[in-house]
């Protein structure tokens, strides 16, 4: 699994030990946007120059294809899949770009108060796309129609500095804006579910949800601080305070948060104990535009054929028999297929065999086909207990994700009880310096007191 972040170039950290694995482009300007497809096979990035290219982690040349749109400066894969990519443009235009055939499938039209494209978001069912502009507008798009259904306008704020939609829950979209604040809307009703106003003291550079808990949200801003929303509960569970302004932020399934920073660094925290970074990353000497880890590798019940082949397939002169075929999906098999077997064949009752003119090489073919056969038989063995390791692979990650949901829980509900304990430390000191006043008070009292008596013993 990798950490991806970007500055002036792309590095590549392999999580195992945050080591640099790769390092791609050069110091001519800052990229514009990175994102890694949900099937965790590709990145996606958009170079200094406005141009979107397709990078893959596993091939020795890293660059696969460049996506030729001008002024290029927002770019997304569809969710579970790496075949269509969102585009949006300087102009304002939102294009769908299909990979494998290399070629525009849908432009959306311009609206007549276009500005250039910031941020795009498929939902999670690729029902939707949304499009944040300059402007402050985000307009909806259907992928169905493909026309607009809808523009979302904040009152509270004209600039979006982040936007995304939740990866479960298909009609919920974030938005976050300069003026510090996070706003949850639910689309399809088009109302807000849950404002976080002024969570920022300054400019909210990234939010993120949660991999293991769908109700935990993160956000960081040009502040320093890293907050973590209880989106369900609608609080701020828990601050943390860094030495740098923050840029960007990732999470990833085992709970470990990577920061982009301003001076080039990026802070890598585990989310269960925040007190003191995991590691702190220097290869950058620019700000950090953005940081993303690899997603898990998911078993789709149909998955896509890998770019690589799709371009190994197109430079070939053999016509395909399924080359027509409506479905963007193809299925691979390498098992050989199941042969039925032959009867037994009984040598000694043979009767060649009985006449002593058994040939040989008849038996030498025999006990050849017998081995095919029984190769045949160990493949399908093989391949039975293979697929039982599968399954007993997904059970544990099964029983991983189930692990890290209550470890989630309970660090959700530790940082709670953390802040109930330091609220109510507050408000005993609150009541000792209230006390203490209290008691120098009544000492004043009772010497004020003292000196009326003598007084009055006096006259």
Known sequence: MYLSSVSSRLLLYDTNNWELKYCHGKSN???????????SKYILLVNPKGTAEILSPAS????????PIDDSCAACFQ????RNIAIGTIKGEVIIWDAKNKEKTKIFPTLPSYAAVDFLSFNAKNTNLASSMQNGDTVIYGLVSNIPVSTVKLNCSKSISAMKFHHEARSLLGLATDEGHVILKDVSANKDKVTFENSHASPVSDFVYSLINRDVMLSCGLDKNLQVYDIKQRNVVSTLKTPHALTSLAINAENQVALGTQKGYVLLYDLRDLTTPLKILKGHNNIVKKVAFQPPRKKFMSPELSLV?????NSSNIESPIQNNSFDILF???????RPEPPARDVEDSFLFKMGMEDKSNEELELNQNRSLETYRKSDCNEFRLHQLDIEKSAIDDNKNY??????ALTKQKLYLEKQLSQMS?????????????????????????QLKSRHISF
Not at 30 to 36: E, K
Not at 60 to 67: A, C, E, R
Not at 79 to 82: L, S, Y
Not at 403 to 408: G, N, P, T
């Open 29 to 39: 300007g800052i990229i514009r946007d990175v994102s890694w497809s949900d099937d």
């Open 60 to 67: 020795h040349n890293l660059v696969l294809q460049h996506i």
């Open 79 to 82: 969710r579970d899949g790496h």
């Open 309 to 313: 082949d799709k371009l190994d397939t």
């Open 332 to 338: 691979t098999c390498n098992t050989p297929p199941n």
């Open 403 to 408: 692990f890290l949901q209550i470890m989630m």
């Open 426 to 450: 507050n408000h005993i000191l609150r009541i000792e310096e209230n006390q203490n006043e209290l008691v120098e008070i009544n000492r004043k009292l009772a010497l004020e007191i003292d």
